[in-house]
């Protein structure tokens, strides 16, 4: 049962940049590391960026999303936030962010199936 909620997604032209948001009302949010997927037509679900549970903890980064994207948090405020920027076609996808409750000092995970809960999406697209 879908826990989170995404928000921010819509269209932008290459280059441009956008904001996604994650809410999880109810969740003792600070307990969960938080992660993004993202979903393009006809393919599996692409991790893109991790950050530890807790108030400051390490993140992790794709490859392909390195040096473009940022993951934060917000603890008091139950929500998380994936900043992207110099946004490309390929960006293209619905984007889901999870929760998986883990301590602050375990290993982050890029699998989608470690996480306990996720939400529907926000669609982003990448266009001119």
């Known amino acids: 049962q879908a826990q989170m909620e995404e928000s921010g997604g819509g269209l932008v032209p290459p280059g441009g940049s956008l904001t996604l948001g994650c809410a999880a009302p109810g969740l003792d949010f600070s307990s969960y590391e938080i992660g993004w997927f993202r979903q393009a037509p006809g393919k599996a679900h692409e991790f893109v960026a991790t950050i530890a549970s807790g108030d400051s903890g390490p993140t992790a980064y794709s490859f392909s999303v390195k040096g473009r994207f940022t993951i934060s948090r917000d603890n008091a405020k139950n929500m998380a936030y994936l900043q992207m920027s110099d946004l490309r076609p390929e960006d293209t996808a619905v984007y889901h962010c999870?929760?998986?409750?883990?301590?602050?000092?375990?290993?982050?995970?890029?699998?989608?199936?470690?996480?306990?809960?996720w939400g529907w999406g926000t669609q982003v697209t990448v266009s001119s």
């Open positions: 999870a929760a998986d409750r883990k301590p602050a000092n375990y290993p982050l995970s890029d699998l989608i199936t470690d996480y306990d809960f």
